[in-house]
């Protein structure tokens, strides 16, 4: 069974909003020594409900799910602590993804800060090659 967001609440609604209009989710995978490790990540919220991300090969976080799935994403809250969403996931290597650049709506997302970075939506995709898919189990927060 898909994982769903209720949206009948102003918290499933704020939810929603976020996964489909930020830039940025922390993504924290675990080591084999069952140690944390967050990063910054760029995300597409996919219509199925999962996220997809784009990875540079032989990261931390490529190792650490090459031995653990478990994951947990975030938004990061507001100033005095409120507007917190967090996701229990499990996240693996997704070999069926399209590359970053033949992934229309990934790339109208981040044409800017693909730009802001010096790259081509081509250089990008080359770079960062290695989609992750994130498969969204629980969500917690206020």
């Known amino acids: 069974m898909a994982f769903t967001i209720d949206t009948s609440t102003d918290f499933g609604k704020r ?6 209009h930020e830039q940025v989710i922390w993504l924290t995978t675990v080591d084999s020594n069952r140690r944390p490790f967050s990063s910054p990540v760029w995300f597409f919220y996919e219509e199925d409900g999962t996220l997809l991300i784009y990875s540079q090969p032989n990261k931390t976080k490529l190792r650490n799910l090459d031995s653990n799935a478990a994951v947990s994403v975030n938004f990061k809250s507001d100033e005095h602590g409120g507007n917190v969403v967090v996701f229990e996931a ?8 399209n590359p970053a650049a033949n992934h229309a709506a990934y790339i109208e997302k981040y044409a800017g800060a693909i730009a802001s970075i010096g790259m081509s939506p081509e250089s990008f995709s080359n770079e960062y090659s290695v989609p992750i898919r994130v498969i969204l189990q629980k969500l917690r927060g206020h």
């Open 15 to 20: 939810v929603k909003h976020r996964l489909e």
């Open 90 to 97: 499990a996240a693996v290597i997704d070999e069926s993804a």
